[in-house]
């Protein structure tokens, strides 16, 4: 099966300025996770979507950070206006979870974020 | 809040030794999972724990939970130089669907 899609790998930009992320999961994972992860750390949740429906959003900074999952398919992930701080690896990542089953989730390749 | 603690943050190994890493929790967890991820990858599933001493092999790999459900461990038995990467637990809590990684342990092998 193919894995779940992300783009851009790799991003570059000033601070201030604004960035987006794309995600596709896995077809027929209804759940997508938008994870943030700085270097030598886990990674940490910005969002969990179910199907289209934000079921945890508690730890994306709302102030710069937005999500979508439109049709619930992909998901795009913006920040405006990216600080320095937020320099970082967005992986996205599927499962098949459902309310009361847990499963392993599927990450993408991820998009390294570089703020100067 | 519920937070994962994993120990060591690094361990150099000789290829064919051992190794272990150590994941803690504040609190009972529901299940634990495990991740790995190589140098300049992403985190790839590698096991789920859900009952209360579970152990599950996988070839080279034993992974563990605790009775009391709030710790859990990854042994490797005679690393190999493909073993190298990060490994990370990551806990729920019953009433979460959100699990909590760890920070990770890098294994780091030497031929």
């Known amino acids: 099966e193919a894995g779940v899609a992300q783009s851009p790998r790799y991003k570059i930009i000033e601070k201030r300025q604004s960035v987006a992320f794309w995600c596709n999961p896995i077809s027929g994972h209804a759940t997508l996770y938008w994870y943030q992860q700085i270097l030598g750390q886990g990674p940490k949740l910005l969002i969990q979507f179910q199907n289209n429906g934000v079921v945890d959003d508690s730890q994306l900074p709302k102030d710069r950070f937005s999500a979508e999952r439109l049709k619930g398919v992909d998901s795009t992930l913006k920040i405006q206006p990216a600080k320095l701080e937020d320099s970082a690896v967005y992986l996205c990542?599927?499962?098949?979870?459902?309310?009361?089953?847990?499963?392993?989730?599927?990450f993408g390749s991820g998009t390294r974020l570089t703020v100067v | 809040g519920q937070q994962v603690m994993q120990i060591p943050q690094y361990q150099h190994v000789q290829e064919g030794e051992d190794f272990t890493t150590y994941c803690n929790s504040s609190t009972t967890l529901s299940n634990i999972q495990w991740y790995k991820q190589r140098p300049g990858g992403h985190p790839v599933f590698l096991i789920q724990l859900v009952k209360s001493g579970e152990v599950k092999k996988q070839k080279r790999l034993t992974f563990q939970f605790g009775e009391a459900k709030k710790n859990s461990s990854l042994h490797i038995t005679a690393t190999q130089t493909t073993d190298v990467g990060t490994y990370f637990c990551?806990?729920?809590?019953?009433?979460?669907?959100?699990?909590?990684f760890g920070r990770g342990t890098s294994l780091i092998v030497h031929p």
């Open positions: 990542a599927s499962s098949l979870e459902g309310t009361g089953v847990n499963y392993g989730y599927t």
């Open positions: 990551a806990g729920r809590t019953g009433g979460s669907y959100i699990p909590t």
